[in-house]
């Protein structure tokens, strides 16, 4: 058997194409969706990432910003420039660019984003709704694999999903996602992480495998059945000598001997990575939609 390929970015072009007809749909309306960046500091990667979100953004037609600060602002001063964008009718959506400098605190910045414009869906208030099963802004790479898996033909309902990692912004909110008693959900779903005692019996046992451990090529072929749909969220880096960059991408997966297993998986790059950003705008679109109605 060699696995059938999930194809991140033919997906993310799909699900964008939908996202600019929402857009114009509002823009008719007389409502322009609007995404708000702030970024602290000059962090490069940082900074690529907000440079690919605004790119993004403009491919669907929402208008975006980024609010770029110094790296040695005051955390109050962080937070006065997110509390005058929560007022701001302009700005559909806020994304605080992570990670902040040390001297300033995640929680308190996120805690200061109103809930109804927290398109990263990281808010506590959002979270609770989402565990909770109530409408709300999904965080975007779990919603991202949802969208993998429902797209790909590989609905969850009624299979065991087991998640290799735990972390606030994939593992969690994933099973809570996936474990709902609703559409693209009604999954079985088992969390392990770094104390789980025999990880290769719990991923031998799943219908849907997905890997979120930021460890390369952790989930080796002997750790995955026959037939089973796997979910790769890693992104290493590993020394490559043939590469002019001297290094090259590589997930969580072992990916060329899983391949001859999976039923279908996601490459590595080009799998989970471009949902993100994707569903980041799917949520920002949400969030105009919400407001306007």
């Known amino acids: 058997m060699t696995a059938t390929i999930i194809d991140g970015r033919a997906v993310s072009r ?55 600060l110094p790296a040695d602002t005051p955390q109050d001063a962080v937070i006065e420039v997110v509390q005058s964008l929560n007022c701001d009718p302009t700005w559909s959506g806020i994304l605080v660019q992570l990670p902040l400098p040390r001297a300033i605190s995640e929680d308190a910045v996120i805690n200061a984003i109103d809930p109804a414009k927290d398109v990263d869906g990281i808010h506590p208030a959002n979270i609770g709704r989402l565990l909770r099963g109530e409408p709300t802004f999904k965080p975007a790479t779990p919603a991202g694999i949802q969208q993998l898996l429902l797209r790909s033909g590989n609905d969850p309902a009624g299979k065991h999903v087991v998640i290799c990692g735990r972390s606030n912004i994939v593992g969690k909110p994933l099973a ?46 002997d750790m995955v059945r026959e037939g089973t749909v796997v979910i790769d969220v890693g992104n290493n880096r590993i020394e490559d000598a043939t590469r002019k960059s001297g290094f090259r991408l590589v997930g969580d997966v072992d990916y060329d001997a899983v391949i001859e297993k999976a039923a279908a998986i996601t490459p590595v790059p080009g799998g989970v990575g471009p949902m993100t950003v994707t569903m980041l705008l799917y949520n920002t679109v949400l969030a105009a939609e919400r407001r306007f109605e």
């Open 14 to 68: 799909e699900i964008r194409d939908e996202l600019r007809q929402r857009v114009e749909a509002l823009k008719r309306k007389g409502v322009t969706p609007g995404l708000a960046f702030v970024l602290v500091g000059d962090n490069p990667a940082s900074m690529s990432y907000v440079a690919s979100k605004n790119q993004g953004a403009a491919e669907v037609g929402i208008n975006s910003h980024t609010f770029q």
């Open 176 to 221: 809570a996602i996936l474990m709902q008693k609703a559409p693209g959900a009604n999954a079985t779903v088992t969390v392990c992480h770094t104390r789980t005692r025999d990880l290769a019996a719990m991923t031998l046992q799943a219908d849907i495998l997905v890997a979120a451990m930021g460890a390369a090529r952790a989930i080796t072929g």
